[in-house]
């Protein structure tokens, strides 16, 4: 009933730019928080970012803070990640998650997408 739908993803040169997109349903996406995370091939799961489904509040992590932008559409139930001045270290799997107040523990989340997958490259 709940879903997660990423999308978006794609090969990109360094220095290029991507939006990807959370789409959810079975929920009211203003009532929770959502987040991303990336895996890059053989590592953790990483978090990202989080935006507050009371008040919009935003958070970053340190590696993709001023580069990346969180925002939602609360009446599209859409969650969105613009990713600027991508590196190749960026290359991984996306996935955008839900949970119940803006946190970067990846337990804390319920809801998971399917993940979409980024490559930076030349």
């Known amino acids: 009933q709940v879903q997660l739908v990423e999308s978006g993803g794609g090969l990109v040169q360094p220095g290029g730019s991507l939006r990807l997109a959370c789409a959810a349903s079975?929920?009211?996406?203003?009532?929770?928080?959502t987040g991303w995370f990336r895996q890059p091939p053989g590592k953790e799961r990483e978090w990202l970012s989080c935006?507050?489904?009371?008040?919009?509040?935003?958070y970053y992590a340190d590696s993709v803070k001023g580069r990346f932008a969180i925002s939602r559409d609360n009446a599209k139930k859409t969650v969105y990640l613009q990713m600027n001045s991508l590196k190749p270290e960026d290359t991984a799997i996306y996935y955008c998650?839900?949970?119940?107040?803006?946190?970067?523990?990846?337990?804390?989340?319920?809801?998971w997408g399917q993940g979409t997958q980024v490559t930076v490259s030349s």
């Open positions: 998650a839900a949970a119940s107040r803006c946190t970067s523990h990846r337990l804390s989340y319920n809801y």
């Open positions: 079975g929920f009211t996406l203003g009532n929770y928080a």
């Open positions: 935006i507050s489904g009371r008040d919009g509040s935003t």
